[in-house]
């Protein structure tokens, strides 16, 4: 499970890249072990641990910490345990088979490996390298793109995960020309967001506007008449998709 971004939907990717992963691992033993211990010793990696990247990763080898949110064996058979695991990016797997090895007292490895999902997007969502040339292929040639649009996501969906913002349509491009958002310029908004939290600013149809840092929580927002809302952090929206409905203030006007 590997989400691809193409063109401006880069810039959204590292959201995702860099959130919460879910993997398949089999591990093998080196010598048989009763089910019940292997359970015991993979629960001691529930939480945040530390960890030495392997040497053969592609990052420096420091001790770092990372969190783990869940281990479940799924299948044991003789020496080889099928588990699921949910954890933190930049998690090793088979850092956690080997260490779990040791643990037991009988060494242990990585057989294989298989990401099951990033962050909001599984594998139901997945489609194989083979279809999406299938579909290329038929556009270019036949000049149908019905298939590629059953395999391509709009940006938005990258950022489905995230507390929204809902905007008035006068507030839009203010905000892509780089404007903090006021109170007065939301339509709407979720419930639970905290000060510091990133939202996902969105227009009335839903496009993605941009990403900024709630500057006051959601009940604040609700109960105010002015202030500002939210910071943007990133724009994504070219201006003049909307009308401008703001001013700049001339030289010497006063605030």
């Given at each position: 499970?590997?989400?691809?971004?193409?063109?401006?939907?880069?810039?959204?990717?590292?959201?995702?890249?860099?959130?919460?992963?879910?993997?398949?691992?089999?591990?093998?033993?080196?010598?048989?072990?009763?089910?019940?211990?292997?359970?015991?010793?993979?629960?001691?990696?529930?939480?945040?641990?530390?960890?030495r990247p392997p040497l053969r990763s592609s990052v420096k080898r420091t001790l770092r910490v990372r969190e783990v949110y869940e281990i479940e064996i799924l299948e044991m058979e003789g020496r080889h345990v099928l588990f699921r695991v949910r954890c933190q990016s930049g998690t090793y797997i088979r850092k956690i088979c080997h260490d779990a090895g040791l643990i037991l007292g009988v060494e242990a490895h990585m057989r294989e490996l298989r990401r099951i999902a990033t962050a909001h997007f599984r594998e139901e969502h997945a489609v194989r390298l083979q279809e999406v040339s299938e579909a290329l292929y038929i556009w270019r040639e036949l000049g149908d793109e019905s298939f590629l649009r059953k395999i391509l996501f709009p940006a938005e969906v990258i950022v489905a995960y995230l507390p929204k913002v809902v905007v008035k349509?006068?507030?839009?491009?203010?905000?892509?020309?780089?404007?903090?958002?006021?109170?007065?310029?939301?339509?709407?908004?979720?419930?639970?967001?905290?000060?510091?939290?990133?939202?996902?600013?969105?227009?009335l149809k839903g496009e993605l506007v941009a990403l900024g840092r709630a500057q006051m929580s959601s009940e604040e927002i609700m109960s105010s008449e002015r202030g500002i809302a939210v910071a943007p952090t990133r724009v994504f929206m070219?201006?003049?998709?909307?009308?401008?409905?703001?001013?700049?203030?001339?030289q010497g006007e006063k605030s």
């Open positions: 499970m590997l989400p691809v971004a193409l063109a401006s939907s880069t810039k959204l990717i590292g959201l995702v890249m860099h959130s919460v992963k879910e993997y398949i691992a089999l591990m093998e033993l080196h010598r048989e072990v009763p089910r019940e211990r292997v359970e015991e010793v993979l629960r001691k990696f529930v939480g945040k641990i530390y960890q349509d006068g507030a839009v491009d203010a905000i892509a020309h780089g404007a903090q958002l006021a109170v007065p310029g939301i339509a709407r908004l979720h419930e639970g967001i905290a000060k510091g939290d990133l939202v996902a600013i969105f227009t070219e201006p003049g998709r909307y009308p401008r409905m703001w001013r700049r203030k001339k």
